[in-house]
């Protein structure tokens, strides 16, 4: 259980939040042994939970904290702009900033769960979402969709170079990758601008696809997702998407509507 006090609240007063019961009530359902906190029954209403980490069952169903204002349903998914040197994971042993550390408080109380990665050095677009079944389904090859991204290399590249990614590559380390769409925005003689469509979802694809070429990543930045595009979100910006977008996020990987 948490004993650390950081970001902590009791659990009672935690309960009476997600709008469970009263804190005398939240008390009742602690003393009846209906409460577990990561899967201990509580016998104490001054224990404390984490409400982003800590995992509160009450009777055997999961307790989350109310959803804001703007959040579609039960479920609610993110789309955040992820800035550069921000870790795509809830805690970092080295102290870096997280990108759960740089969301609104109302959002980073919802146990968020980052669906995929960006690299410490990339940007752009990242889902977050409370609804496991759609993170398992976006993160399968089966349901992989197009990732777009924005690639600055430094050097000049031309059409021979483009049609090796484009007819498929052997990575170094042995990997076989599909062809990658990948056209060219502009450049000169110092670095170019790509726009590079993945349909896989490779550990650093798309660096290690330039290292191979001969030619080092200098700002790379996911634009679009399947149907979903990075838009006007400045870095370190989210917004929650709408019941439309979350209804056809979906179907496009074969889910039902919640």
């Given at each position: 259980m948490t004993n650390d006090k950081t970001n902590t609240i009791r659990i009672n007063k935690y309960l009476s939040e997600c709008g469970v019961a009263s804190r005398r009530g939240a008390d009742e359902l602690i003393l009846q042994g209906r409460v577990e906190l990561?899967?201990?029954?509580?016998?104490e209403p001054g224990v404390r939970v984490n409400p982003v980490d800590d995992i509160v069952l009450v009777d055997g169903a999961p307790v989350r904290p109310r959803l804001p204002a703007g959040a579609p349903n039960r479920h609610v998914t993110v789309l955040l702009h992820k800035p550069v040197q921000v870790v795509t994971t809830t805690r970092d042993p080295q102290g870096r900033t997280t990108?759960?550390?740089i969301l609104p408080?109302?959002?980073r109380e919802l146990r968020?769960?980052?669906?995929?990665?960006?690299?410490?050095?990339?940007?752009?677009?990242?889902?977050?979402?409370?609804?496991?079944?759609?993170?398992?389904?976006?993160?399968?090859?089966?349901w992989h969709l197009p990732k777009v991204y924005h690639v600055l290399v430094r050097g000049h590249v031309d059409e021979a170079w483009l049609e090796v990614m484009r007819s498929g590559m052997t990575l170094a380390e042995g990997e076989v990758l599909a062809p990658v769409e990948v056209r060219l925005l502009r450049q000169d003689?110092?670095?170019?601008w790509m726009e590079m469509t993945l349909v896989q979802g490779l550990n650093r694809q798309i660096?290690?696809?330039?290292?191979?070429?001969g030619r080092t990543v200098l700002r790379l930045t996911r634009?679009?997702?399947?149907?979903?595009?990075?838009g006007s979100l400045k870095p370190g910006e989210a917004r929650i998407l709408t019941a439309q977008e979350v209804r056809r996020l979906?179907?496009?990987?074969?889910?039902?509507?919640?």
């Amino acid at each position: 259980m948490t004993n650390d006090k950081t970001n902590t609240i009791r659990i009672n007063k935690y309960l009476s939040e997600c709008g469970v019961a009263s804190r005398r009530g939240a008390d009742e359902l602690i003393l009846q042994g209906r409460v577990e906190l990561n899967g201990v029954r509580v016998t104490e209403p001054g224990v404390r939970v984490n409400p982003v980490d800590d995992i509160v069952l009450v009777d055997g169903a999961p307790v989350r904290p109310r959803l804001p204002a703007g959040a579609p349903n039960r479920h609610v998914t993110v789309l955040l702009h992820k800035p550069v040197q921000v870790v795509t994971t809830t805690r970092d042993p080295q102290g870096r900033t997280t990108v759960f550390d740089i969301l609104p408080k109302e959002l980073r109380e919802l146990r968020l769960l980052h669906v995929g990665r960006l690299d410490y050095f990339s940007e752009g677009l990242l889902l977050l979402t409370t609804d496991g079944s759609l993170m398992n389904r976006l993160i399968s090859p089966r349901w992989h969709l197009p990732k777009v991204y924005h690639v600055l290399v430094r050097g000049h590249v031309d059409e021979a170079w483009l049609e090796v990614m484009r007819s498929g590559m052997t990575l170094a380390e042995g990997e076989v990758l599909a062809p990658v769409e990948v056209r060219l925005l502009r450049q000169d003689q110092r670095e170019a601008w790509m726009e590079m469509t993945l349909v896989q979802g490779l550990n650093r694809q798309i660096r290690r696809m330039c290292r191979d070429m001969g030619r080092t990543v200098l700002r790379l930045t996911r634009v679009r997702q399947g149907f979903l595009e990075l838009g006007s979100l400045k870095p370190g910006e989210a917004r929650i998407l709408t019941a439309q977008e979350v209804r056809r996020l979906r179907q496009d990987v074969g889910l039902p509507p919640e």
